[in-house]
């Protein structure tokens, strides 16, 4: 097998930062795993988080890798350090963009799950902000997207955000790379636009591994494969994308 990025997720959502990977650098080979069997994470422990990144990654080096990229905001924000610690690729995580929802200045909410909101990593990063953000956990979101992948229409988006609807905000980051499927709903539900990590985390790879994101005509773009139990699942979800 040729060497490859890794593109890892608890489930469905990291898909959403392959397709911004695979935009920003075509001719990258990209493998992606989701460990959808467990998904979603991010109502789970810390400890057990970490237990199950760490099976995935062992799992995943067992393949040539020239890199792994975690696509799974709660993983990044929960264990990414050690992960960078443990083994000998880099390992590159996905970041809320809150920065960008700042700046645009205004009232801003960040919605992730229960573990990320909770991780120092995270709580790190809104101390930063002179407090004009609001961290809220739609604790059933990220699973409504995970089984309604194939008929997003009957997932209850606009019934996780209810307790939102009037807070009158100006930005919306979407700390959760499941949200990004239903990116649009969100917009229209809190009326203000959203913002997600996951064209800033394909810069910054591209930027890091140095890679060009040009193409010729005699060297098209490279598809994503798929590894692991929910290969197959993963790839027809991926494909669908718009």
Do not use: W
Not at 52 to 69: D, E, I, N, Q
Not at 181 to 205: Q, S, W
Not at 214 to 229: D, H, Q, S, W, Y
């Amino acid at each position: 097998m040729l060497p490859f990025t890794a593109v890892f997720d608890s489930g469905v959502g990291g898909l959403t930062v392959l397709r911004a990977l695979a935009q920003r650098c075509p001719r990258e080979r990209f493998g992606y795993f989701g460990d959808n069997a467990n998904a979603p994470y991010g109502n789970r422990s810390p400890e057990e988080i970490e237990r199950l990144a760490f099976a995935a990654f062992r799992r995943l080096a067992c393949h040539p890798l020239k890199a792994a990229v975690v696509a799974c905001n709660t993983v990044t924000a929960v264990c990414v350090e050690k992960l960078r610690a443990a083994f000998s690729f880099p390992v590159f995580g996905v970041e809320p963009a809150v920065r960008p929802a700042v700046l645009r200045g205004g009232k801003v909410l960040l919605l992730a799950t229960r573990a990320t909101l909770e991780s120092a990593r995270v709580r790190a990063l809104l101390a930063k902000t002179g407090g004009c953000v609001r961290a809220h956990c739609p604790a059933r979101l990220a699973g409504e997207i995970e089984k309604n992948i194939f008929s997003l229409a009957r997932a209850d988006v606009e019934g996780c955000l209810a307790p939102l609807s009037r807070g009158g905000y100006d930005a919306v980051v979407l700390g959760c790379t499941h949200y990004v499927f239903v990116k649009e709903r969100i917009e229209k539900a809190l009326g203000c636009p959203a913002f997600d990590g996951n064209v800033g985390t394909a810069d910054h790879f591209a930027a890091s591994m140095n890679i060009c994101s040009k193409i010729t005509k005699k060297e098209g773009a490279i598809a994503p494969f798929f590894l692991g139990k929910a290969a197959k699942h993963n790839k027809n979800v991926y494909f669908s994308l718009k």
